[in-house]
T-cell receptor, first 114, second 114 residues
Framework: NAGVTQTPKFQVLKTGQSMTLQCAQDMNHEYMSWYRQDPGMGLRLIHYSVGAGITDQGEVPNGYNVSRSTTEDFPLRLLSAAPSQTSVYFC?????????????FGAGSRLTVL | KQEVTQIPAALSVPEGENLVLNCSFTDSAIYNLQWFRQDPGKGLTSLLLIQSSQREQTSGRLNASLDKSSGRSTLYIAASQPGDSATYLCAVSWGNTGFQKLVFGTGTRLLVSP
């Protein structure tokens, strides 16, 4: 049981390049989400999903796309990277849509956009 | 706007001291509140979750309290140890949306000196 796995751990991009941050969980969790963490601003929700085929926007969705074709995977796509997207990205999941289940976080992906 | 604030941003204490970390939130109609720990370069680990109907939760040397009317939560750490050194984050979810959209504070960075 690996929990939430994020790849890559580190990535450097040039402005305008595209890339996908991968997130996979092996706990059969319905809910998955992406956060970004910036100094002095806490973690902010980018996109989330309450099940396969269902996604919605969080607080800071601009510049990011997501899809949820399977329960296990929730990739985050940057179509045209900008320096403002330099951040640490965290994927998190939990078991139920409602209730008190805590979020399980991945170890994070540090992205630098030059 | 629903916001979460943590003060102080940093705290340094000698080993063995009891300490309190503070979290305040702007809307008392919360769904639940969670305390997380984050070690440098790592993901978040959930420490305690308090439902809106609860007043406190305890786990080992940790005790979290919740006062919705005043919009405050505290995390009490007894007999602090150097291994407690980390950033502690408070996160709140509001309403009853059926899923967790957490709003995070910016954290308190704790250093416990031997």
């Amino acid at each position: 049981n690996a929990g939430v796995t994020q790849t890559p751990k580190f990535q450097v991009l040039k402005t305008g390049q595209s890339m996908t941050l991968q997130c996979a969980q092996d706990m059969n969790h319905e809910y998955m989400s992406w956060y970004r963490q910036d100094p002095g601003m806490g973690l902010r929700l980018i996109h989330y999903s309450v099940g396969a085929g269902i996604t919605d926007q969080g607080e800071v969705p601009n510049g990011y796309n997501v899809s949820r074709s399977t329960t296990e995977d929730f990739p985050l796509r940057l179509l045209s990277a900008a320096p403002s997207q330099t951040s640490v990205y965290f994927c998190a999941s939990k078991a139920d849509r409602a209730g008190a289940n805590v979020l399980t976080f991945g170890a994070g992906s540090r992205l630098t956009v030059l | 706007k629903q916001e979460v604030t943590q003060i102080p941003a940093a705290l340094s204490v000698p080993e063995g001291e009891n300490l309190v970390l503070n979290c305040s939130f702007t809307d008392s109609a919360i769904y639940n509140l969670q305390w997380f720990r984050q070690d440098p370069g790592k993901g978040l680990t959930s420490l305690l979750l308090i439902q809106s109907s609860q007043r406190e939760q305890t786990s080992g040397r940790l005790n979290a309290s919740l006062d919705k009317s005043s919009g405050r939560s505290t995390l009490y750490i007894a007999a602090s140890q150097p291994g407690d050194s980390a950033t502690y984050l408070c996160a709140v979810s509001w309403g009853n949306t059926g899923f967790q959209k957490l709003v995070f504070g910016t954290g308190t960075r704790l250093l416990v000196s031997p």
